[in-house]
């Protein structure tokens, strides 16, 4: 039993001792009145009162009346085996009464509190519920949908008038371009049929010279093979082997002449043309005869020098970069250096490299336009970005507020994002998936690579000779962690 039943119990008991006593006393005060009694008659005398405390019990099994029997066998003295049996009775059913009461009672008491937690824990649920909810809808956009997107231009169909060529660029950072042929031995050269390409950049290429001629890795005899009418031009890191390493491959123009290769380029759009154009525009359109291709000067689509240097010591020796200079542009494969994934590098690539970068760009647009291309490692606004807000990305390299403000500048200095420019409503275009998370396929990504152009080349109109016409990125394309991009370019007469 516990205290608390204790202690009622005691209460209870003297409370019934003292409204008993006053009826024991009368009882004995008669008894007393009374004459003597024989000793036959005390004899017979307790077993007429037990049977008087046994009707008593019956009647009232209350403590009073146990109480009440006990004070008057109390003065008997022939009733002393009754007294240890009657208190065990009195006792043990007050106590079992009171046991059971406390015990249903503490037993309610215990379901009244368990219910009432399981309640209030419901309720919290309840509650915590809808805040959960809210807070994960609020965190941060997740957008994986790839809207559609319209192509502005149609390269077939421009080369079916006189007048007009489309110069193609593509651009991807191969993430090793040793492995990457291993993987995908026929990508670049599919790609460049696909797209009849006039120039191919790539980054992150990470050889050094001595690997082109390596008799195991067979990489110069690769190109011939797979790429044989473009002519190469490679920078290396030389300050820190495997790392880095830019790419570029510019189509062949047979001096000038419009040999080879230029007929080949020809004789392959002219067969895609075939299917929906009559045999007279086949001869017409985009016809290559002496110096010329459909009256563009062939000279205009070849490099008058290629230089695989900024000409800057303190950022050339990574090989970042190699610009080529045509007749009418310059364009420049640039690998941009990545902040590193503790940030570690976050103050050179934005106060020096992104500084002396554009101000390189802006020497070169003072003699004619400019195109700078690649992966320039920053995920520019919410709409490159899968999961703008996440906490984690002002931290992370390519989302930095530092890295996009000196994107800004670069862009606030006259040059235009050439894709944002063209589809400006475009959403889930991205060229960059992380490999490790398994984010290519859900297209979680982020859009790293890019054509950044002089505003010059954005506007159509008299006089114009070089208009970019359409840019558009290549998510089907496997081999790395980027895909390509592409830029195409209208060359006017």
């Known amino acids: 039993m516990s205290a608390a039943a204790t202690a009622d119990n005691d ?20 008894a007393a009145t009374k004459k003597p009694k024989d000793a036959a008659t005390e004899k017979h005398e307790p077993k007429t009162k037990k049977k008087t405390a046994t009707t008593k019990k019956k009647a009232s099994p209350k403590k009073k009346v146990a109480k009440g029997a006990e004070s008057s066998s109390s003065e008997n003295d022939n009733s002393d085996d009754e007294k240890p049996k009657a208190k065990a009775k009195k006792k043990a059913t007050p106590k079992k009464r009171k046991s059971n009461s406390t015990t249903s009672s503490s037993s309610d008491s215990e379901d009244d509190n368990n219910s009432t937690t399981s309640k209030k824990k419901k309720t919290t649920k309840k509650k915590a519920s809808p805040k959960k909810k809210k807070a994960k809808a609020a965190d941060h956009q997740r957008w ?23 110069f193609t660029v593509i651009s991807w950072n191969v993430a090793g371009l040793r492995a990457f042929i291993k993987k995908q031995p026929d990508a670049l050269a599919n790609l460049a049929e696909r797209y009849q390409a006039d120039v191919i950049c790539l980054q992150e290429h990470k050889l050094q010279d001595v690997h082109l001629d390596d008799p195991k890795l067979k990489i110069r005899e690769h190109f011939e093979e797979k790429l044989g009418g473009f002519e190469s031009h490679w920078s290396y890191s030389t300050t820190k082997k495997g790392y880095s390493g830019t790419a570029m491959f510019i189509r062949k123009r047979g001096g000038g002449g419009g040999g080879d290769d230029d007929a080949s380029k020809k004789g392959k759009k002219q067969a895609k043309i075939g299917a929906f154009f009559t045999s007279k525009n086949k001869e017409d359109g985009g016809a290559t005869t002496g110096d010329s291709i459909g009256d563009i000067p062939v000279s205009n689509l070849q490099p008058m020098n290629v230089m695989t240097e900024l000409g800057l010591p303190k950022h050339d020796g990574e090989g970042r970069t190699v610009t080529a200079e045509f007749p009418l542009f310059y364009l420049t494969n640039v690998y941009v250096p990545n902040s590193g994934q503790k940030l570690d590098r976050l103050g050179y690539r934005t106060e020096e490299w992104d500084t002396d970068f554009l101000n390189k760009m802006q020497e070169f647009e003072k003699g004619k336009p400019v195109i700078w291309l690649g ?21 992370s390299a390519g989302t930095t507020p530092q890295e996009r ?51 010059d080349l954005m506007e159509d109109g008299d006089g114009r000779r070089v208009v970019v016409r359409d840019s558009y990125i290549v998510p089907d394309e496997l081999g790395s962690d980027h895909c390509p991009i592409v830029l195409e370019i209208e060359m006017k007469k």
């Open 144 to 166: 994986t949908e790839r809207t559609p997107l319209t192509r502005l231009w149609n390269p077939e169909t421009a080369m079916t008038s006189n007048g007009s060529y489309t």
């Open 405 to 455: 403000a000196s994107f800004d500048r670069q862009l606030g200095a006259g040059f235009v994002d050439a894709f944002r420019h063209l589809h400006q409503d475009a959403m889930g275009h991205y060229s960059y998936w992380s490999q490790r998370a398994g984010n290519r396929e859900p297209n979680k990504g982020l859009r790293l690579d890019y054509f950044i152009c002089s505003k």
């Open 11 to 30: 209460d209870v008991s003297n409370d019934d001792t003292d409204e008993s006593k006053p009826k024991a006393l009368k009882g004995s005060a008669a």
């Open 375 to 395: 992966d320039l490692n920053v995920a520019h606004n919410e709409k490159d970005t899968w999961n703008e807000g996440a906490k984690h990305l002002v931290k």
